[in-house]
């Protein structure tokens, strides 16, 4: 550029500025990019070293390309600058528009600063405006998105923020650039932000889309892993929806819960659990929390029939905070349910009879009584039970029937059953289903608090005497067998045990679904009959008693037993205790009367 101003030697440096900013836009790489951008600063502008400083990311600036000398690319490549030694240089520089000039003469303060630079001696310039090799020569590069202004930098509004450096040295005609020199240079510097911008760009891009495809591929793995074990797990899922109108719809099952429910999946989207949910469990299936909830209930299948399953909730939500959705994992717990019934039957029911137990007995009768007798109840109460409480009675033991029912050894198909008295009973105790609620012809008592007791309702007691006054209470039937002991000493225990069990059988077929058959122990049964008035009682008495005595058949032999029965009534006051003893002294009362009976008979 010794004549720079002959149009000739313009047109040649332009066409090759061209050819290096052409060539800008043809590397791949953001390296690649910076190394042409050195490369062209060489090639095209006609300088025998160039350098390129790139603004980190902590904002010092690092040597990420080098041309024009091998030794020196080794000594200073991938070494760091701070910021603030930068800003120095390029504020105390000599501005040549956007370029920036330290001449030999001023570069001696800036030897000891972490810059990394490279020079040699040489001797004084000969003329005014020939290079010196500690002469120093840079052109920022500057973004063209808006930044903050920094010292050194172009002013504030300018919008341009600092990218790179480009540092020259050596230009070949060994003089300062002029005018179209320092034009053409700081052209190039623009051209080369602009092609580092755009290099930076496409890496970027290019390693979102790489994590954008890893991401799509992690998610793809996920929602296959999710549908296989959705799909093919050995127990139900279910994905409802949440919230709006089709809140608890089921969207999506697997074929485990089809199979289950022996529903299609088809049909299984037309339902929610509240649907399928058995009527006494509605009330389980909205107390269960969706965050997490946990509940066991029976949901019906497609044949009417029901089976326990535990059910567990989660919520899965999008990334989004999108719709949100409800998982639900339903296991079959039939078995154990099963199991849990059976053992609860045994601990309450009689084993050989299946009859409920001395416990269950108590336990039942406890849950009619309360500690308040009926004389403190108000007279608001006792005017809803048909003016019922009455003071004066005989402690509520009842009236004892007298012995001349039992002539006559009727058989019992020749005893028409009375309206109220239908049969029904367990019989020999078997399997009973675990969806039946344990009457047992019991009352089917509910605990403290729930079930049709959760107002106490208070047990009253008839008048004493021969006159029954209306009034209809809770009777308690105290049997024991006569005969039995002897039948037990001459045949054995074989044939006891199937007269208990002939003898279980025949109460419980005497008595109505709601009553309650119970064995107390041995030879001693109790039957609870609610509703019963003081003549109701001694016809049922009689009724069992006649039941009871047709002769039992027992490996061929047939064989006989009595009964006596004394009844007493439950009344709110006294104990459980109180209850059954004074059924078991009508019942010695009458085994008495009956046995002087026979004496004045013989």
Known sequence: METESEPYVRLSTLRQLHQVVADLNTAR????????????????????????????????????????????????????????????????????????????????????????????????????????????????????????????????????????????????????????????????????????????????????????????????????????????????????????????????????????????????????????????????????SAEGGRAELRLGRRDGTYVWVSLRNSVVADAADGPRFLLTHVEDIEERKRHELQLAH?????????????????????????????????????????????????????????????????DQSGHPAHAGYDSGGPGHPGYESPYEHEHDHGFGFEPAGVGPYDHHVHMVAPSGGDIDDGTKGLAVLFCDLDGFKSINDRFGHHTGDAVLIEVARRLTTGVRDGDTVARLGGDEFVVLADGLGAADAADLAVRLRNAIIPPIRVDGRAVRVGASFGIGWAECGMTVEEVLNSADQRMYVEKRSRAKVHRRAG
């Open 29 to 288: 790489s953001l390296a690649d990019t910076l190394q042409t951008v050195a490369d062209g600063v060489v090639a095209g502008l006609n300088y025998e070293l160039a350098c390129v400083n790139l603004v980190r990311p902590d904002g010092d600036l690092v040597v990420a390309a080098f041309a024009g000398s091998s030794a020196a690319e080794a000594l200073i490549t991938g070494r760091v600058g701070s910021r603030a030694s930068w800003d120095r240089r390029l504020s105390m520089a000599t501005a040549w528009g956007d370029l920036r000039f330290i001449p030999h003469t001023e570069g001696w303060v800036l030897m000891e600063d972490d810059v990394p630079q490279w020079h040699t001696d040489g001797p004084a310039p000969r003329f005014e405006d020939e290079w010196h090799p500690h002469d120093r020569l840079y052109a920022p590069m500057y973004s063209p998105r808006l930044g903050s202004a920094r010292p050194g930098g172009p002013p504030p509004g300018s919008g341009r923020e600092l990218l790179g450096v480009i540092s020259v040295d050596r230009p070949r005609n060994g003089r300062h650039p002029g005018p179209w020199g320092q034009e053409a240079l700081q052209m190039y510097a623009s051209q080369s932000a602009i092609a580092i911008s755009n290099a930076r760009l496409r890496s970027n891009m290019q390693r979102a889309l790489v994590r954008l495809e890893r991401e799509q591929q992690a998610l793809r793995a996920s929602e296959e892993s999710f549908r296989q074990a959705f799909e093919y797990a050995p127990s139900g899922m279910a994905i409802a929806e949440m919230g709006g109108d089709q809140h608890g719809r089921l969207l999506r099952t697997n074929d485990a819960l089809c199979r289950l429910l022996g529903r299609p999946a088809a049909a299984m989207r037309r339902y929610s659990f509240a649907d399928l949910v058995h009527p006494e469990d509605i009330g389980t299936l909205l107390r269960t």
């Open 346 to 410: 045994r601990a309450s029911h009689d084993a050989l009879t299946g009859l409920p137990n001395s416990a269950e007995l108590r336990s039942r009768l406890s849950a009619r009584l309360c500690e308040r007798p009926a004389a403190h109840v108000s007279a608001d109460q006792a005017a809803g039970y048909g003016g019922a409480y009455e003071s004066g009675r005989d402690g509520g033991y009842g009236t004892v029937y007298e012995p001349g029912y039992d002539q006559g050894h009727a």
